[in-house]
């Protein structure tokens, strides 16, 4: 009877033993896949398809397009170096940008090289004298207000290239066209969010500007954003729905995020 009860004890503290040692593996792992899913990347690149191309109430390309992200990140997050490229399906639509970007508590700073050589057929990546270049050097600063009010306020002013005009003399000067948005999250629920939003063209001291022939609203509308499925896959996909009062047409773009 002893032997059967001592024999039992060991069986029991066996499967303790047993037990706590899969224990442990099961929270190494968990451990160990945490790490691995918040392990820093330092470089990464995103691939997005869009319908057609929309950007500040143009509609840059009419055609589908895919634009391609290549960019280093700091640590933290807040800054990150770049190059963005994209291509219409058809062949009607050409990009090459650099840019840098800052964001930290809610404001956030970017400039950007915008190089759509789409209609500059001998385009100089190299070249920007405003008269013949293809470039134009955006800079933004804006502020997102937060949860509690989930507004987001922009400004963005063309400091050079294309966007200039003709003096009396016949000398080139930058015009500084600006553009002012806002947008609101007028929803949200889950991965589900709808933004209503406007935009304004303007430059100071003079009616044309970059967007338009006067001061005034150049893109509103909304957009709806969403995280499409797929087994175990997150796509977000992104529709908006954008008017231009200034040039007086609409249209509606849908962007996926392949990876």
Known sequence: MKLIIKGGLLAVLG??????????DTLRLK?????????????????QLRNLYLWRGFKVSNSPISNVDLHYTTRDGSL??????????????????YYISYQKNGFNFSVWDINNFTDFPDA??????????SH??????????????????????IVAGRDFHTKSNGDVANSYSNYVVLDYRLWKEGDANLHIFAGGGFAFGRQ???YGSKPNIVNAGFTFNKDLKMFN??????????FNPEQKYAA????????
């Open 31 to 47: 451990t160990d896949t945490t790490a691995a899913e918040k392990k820093y990347k330092p470089f990464d690149a995103t691939l």
């Open 15 to 24: 499967l303790c033993l047993c037990l706590k040692s899969f224990a442990q």
């Open 233 to 242: 896959y997150k796509m977000p996909v992104a529709a908006t729905a954008m």
């Open 136 to 157: 134009f050097i955006d800079v933004t600063a804006g502020y997102n207000f937060g949860e509690k009010l989930p507004l987001t306020i922009s400004w963005s002013t």
């Open 80 to 97: 990150s170096v770049g190059v963005w490229g994209g291509a219409g399906f058809t062949g009607d639509y050409k990009e090459f940008d």
């Open 208 to 210: 044309e500007h970059f």
């Open 124 to 133: 100089d990546v190299f070249n920007y004298n405003p008269r013949s270049t």
């Open 252 to 259: 509606l773009q849908l962007v996926v995020s392949v990876f």
